[in-house]
């Protein structure tokens, strides 16, 4: 690390897998999550607009802007989350990891989804590092 910054390590599919699995990995978990994820972007983002476009306050305008992008954070969660609940395709991101200190780590990374469209940033990252690597390949 150079120059004092930081670097999170984010991996939001890994997020949403530990999220969806939690401690027991229950069938019920996986649909409330999922619910969650799609709710959250359905309505922060409805939400937010809809204060961009009817105020005419600063602040509230401030927080319209501050919903859409929080509320864009749960659309990779969410595209992430439709493609875990394929059978197997759970287990199959989590197999061989340490779900209990995965899910104490990402208790805390998930703050980020409070920083707008930080998991968005995060994705593009991710794809585009997978991208180049395939592409260096031999």
Known sequence: MSGGGIIVVMNVRRLAAIDMYGS???TRRRRIILAEFLVGVVLMVTWGIWLLSSSNG?????FGLWLTGAG??????????????????????????????????YTVLQLWV?????????????????????????
């Open 24 to 26: 027991r990995g229950t």
């Open 58 to 62: 600063l602040g509230t305008r401030a």
């Open 72 to 105: 864009l954070n749960y659309a990779p969660l969410s595209i992430y989350a439709i493609a875990l609940t394929r059978r197997g395709a759970l287990d199959a991101e989590l197999a061989g990891v340490d779900t209990d200190g995965e899910l104490r780590r």
């Open 114 to 138: 409070f920083v707008p469209l930080s998991l968005v940033v995060f994705t593009i990252r991710d794809i585009l590092a997978r991208r180049r690597a395939r592409t260096t390949a031999p």
